[in-house]
């Protein structure tokens, strides 16, 4: 019997982000089956910063675009974030670690075959468009992530 681990991926903060994809890297190198569901703060996580667009949009779903972090290493941290100023005191300590950031694990997932979705309403009220986001992204709803759990060994919510 094959393993499989469904993680929601709900929050957009980077210290959290990297949690999830750490566990996912680790899964898939382990032989376990990996899908990942992408909602709300979330979706910045697989967001491309090469193709956001204000094409299309409302003018508060321009806005919101402007102001919502652009990608996986724009997302600020859960706690102690102070303006920026964390972040940049975990990113060096990342690097003095020889550590991977944010961006490498998430490469990483996509390398080894961790499945993407996020969720369709989420997308919309987010204002963004699957054509912002990831390639690998699979556009589906609550009742594909439903289903997927079900299936999995393993549901956590991050």
């Not at 994809?21 to 899964?27: K, T, V």
């Not at 190198?29 to 899908?35: G, K, P, Q």
């Not at 300590?93 to 550590?99: P, S």
């Not at 996020?118 to 912002?132: D, N, P, R, V, Y």
Request: glycine share 6%; aromatic share 10%; net charge negative.
């Amino acid at each position: 019997m094959s393993k499989k681990i469904n993680l929601v991926m709900f929050s957009g903060d980077y210290d959290k982000a990297m949690a999830a994809l750490i566990i996912a890297n680790a899964a898939r190198e382990m032989d376990i089956e990996v899908s990942m569901f992408f909602a709300f703060w979330g979706l910045f996580l697989v967001r491309d910063p090469e193709k956001m667009t204000l094409e299309d949009k409302t003018n508060y779903e321009k806005m919101f675009c402007m102001m919502t972090p652009k990608g996986a290493e724009d997302l600020p941290l859960s706690k102690m974030n102070f303006a920026g100023f964390g972040k940049e005191m975990l990113l060096e300590m990342i690097e003095d670690n020889k550590a991977p950031r944010l961006i490498d694990f998430l490469n990483g997932a996509r390398k080894k075959g961790v499945k993407f979705s996020c969720c369709k309403l989420s997308l919309e009220i987010m204002g963004l468009k699957e054509s912002e986001l990831i390639p690998e992204m699979e556009v589906s709803d609550a009742k594909h992530y439903i289903n997927d759990a079900i299936e999995s060994n393993m549901q956590l919510f991050i």
